[in-house]
């Protein structure tokens, strides 16, 4: 008999993280009302905990039976889904913990990329089905290094207005996704400059290239990865760095980019970073690379507003002051001294440099 799952496991085992702290406060209420009753008419085994303090899903993560589930729910915006891959990264057993447990996103943040991208909506219930009927699917995490540490991150780095807009709009939460928007007014009303020192290991800086990459993917379903882990990753930890640490000398080979008049500085691992906001429309969950993008501040500001709205469209590639490229590392080294926002999957770290590389497919997520 043909069932209505597919390929997709059964009766999947989930363990639910509920951020009460995510967007406007509500993610709990969603939770109930909307996801519940779906897991439970599926058949699903739910363990449900309220996150108690920031920092908390990377504490449950570390210490988890990692084969007592099929998958991690983080019901929150992209920040608990960024804890958890934090938590496994301490694990002796790492790489196994990222290809055994399954991270998806039951939406209950501001952002909330993940279920934008691997869903393609941010409603609940839509979202509980396609937990549900999810495949589990690769998604390539990059390591981030800055003096003495090393982070995963799965969706975004950013630097300048962005972060800004991301970080330094906390007291606008009751705003919801809007006060991104709000705050990257603000910024460029004030036509903020962030100088830098960006170097790259490049795969491409050609628009066409770019352009011709996001026509193949949207044509594309992401390849598929069997249910369990490969053997080689078992008991490794960490996959080993192919570029060193931020604290190494630059490797030869990459390019090197000095700019006293940078405005955005974006790097992305999928499309969307919230809704309508297709801001790396080449880039793929798992094609290895990070996206990123560039925009000087030298533009005027009718412009830069003009460039908000292509973002809707599907990207920049018709701005010739926007660049952009895929990359297989960098690094970032902020220059003028002064303390300011760099931020990780929507979360603040240290104003120092930092590198970044990628690790095709070390994650695990369920897609459509
Ligand atoms: P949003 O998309 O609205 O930013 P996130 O899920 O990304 O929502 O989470 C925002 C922040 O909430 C993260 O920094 C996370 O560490 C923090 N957090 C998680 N649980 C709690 C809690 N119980 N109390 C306070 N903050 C929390
Ligand atoms: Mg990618």
């Known amino acids: 008999l043909k069932s209505a799952y597919g390929q997709a496991q ?54 988890m039976d990692i084969d007592a589930y099929d998958a991690i729910l983080c019901c929150s915006g992209d920040g608990l889904p960024y804890e958890v891959l934090n938590g496994f990264a301490k694990r002796a057993d790492a790489a196994e913990a990222l290809a055994k447990v399954a991270i998806a996103m039951v939406p209950g943040g501001s952002g909330n990329a993940m279920a934008w991208n691997l869903f393609g ?12 009927k999810g495949l589990r699917t690769p998604l390539d995490l990059v390591s981030l290094t800055q003096p003495g540490t090393r982070t995963l991150s799965f969706l975004s780095q950013s630097y300048g207005m962005i972060a800004e807009s991301d970080l330094g709009t906390e ?37 066409q290239v770019m352009k011709e990459r996001y026509l193949e993917y949207k044509k594309q379903k992401p390849p598929l990865r069997p249910i369990g882990c490969s053997e080689e990753v078992i008991g490794q930890g960490l996959p080993a760095l192919k570029y060193g640490t931020v604290d190494d000398a630059v490797p030869s080979d990459w ?23 297709n801001f ?60 300011g926002y760099i931020s990780v999957d929507g979360e603040r770290i240290p104003w120092q440099p930092f590198q970044v590389e990628v690790h095709p497919g070390l994650g695990t997520v369920l897609s459509k």
């Open 10 to 63: 059964r009766n999947k085992r989930l363990r639910v993280l509920i951020n009460p702290h995510g967007g406007k406060g509500y993610a709990k209420d969603l939770y109930n009302e909307y996801a519940a009753p779906m897991f439970e008419a599926a058949g699903c085994k739910v363990d449900v905990e309220v996150t108690k303090y920031s920092g908390h899903a990377t504490d449950i993560a570390e210490k």
């Open 121 to 132: 909506t941010n409603s609940v219930s839509l979202t509980a089905l396609n937990i549900i």
């Open 171 to 207: 007291h606008l939460r009751w705003m919801g996704a809007a006060r991104f928007t709000f705050g990257f007014l603000t910024r460029l009303l004030r036509q903020v400059t962030y100088p830098c020192d960006i170097s790259f290991k490049l795969e491409t800086d050609s628009k």
């Open 255 to 277: 390019q090197t980019i000095s700019t006293d008049t940078l405005s955005n500085f974006y790097a992305g691992n999928m499309a969307i970073m919230s809704a309508d906001v």
């Open 280 to 339: 790396f429309p080449a880039a793929a969950p798992n094609d290895g690379l990070i996206d990123v993008v560039m925009i000087d501040g030298a533009i005027g500001r009718m412009r830069a507003l003009s460039m908000m709205t292509a973002l809707e469209k599907g990207g920049f590639f018709d701005y010739p002051e926007v660049e952009v490229r895929k990359v297989h590392a960098y690094r970032l080294v902020p220059r003028g001294g002064k303390d």
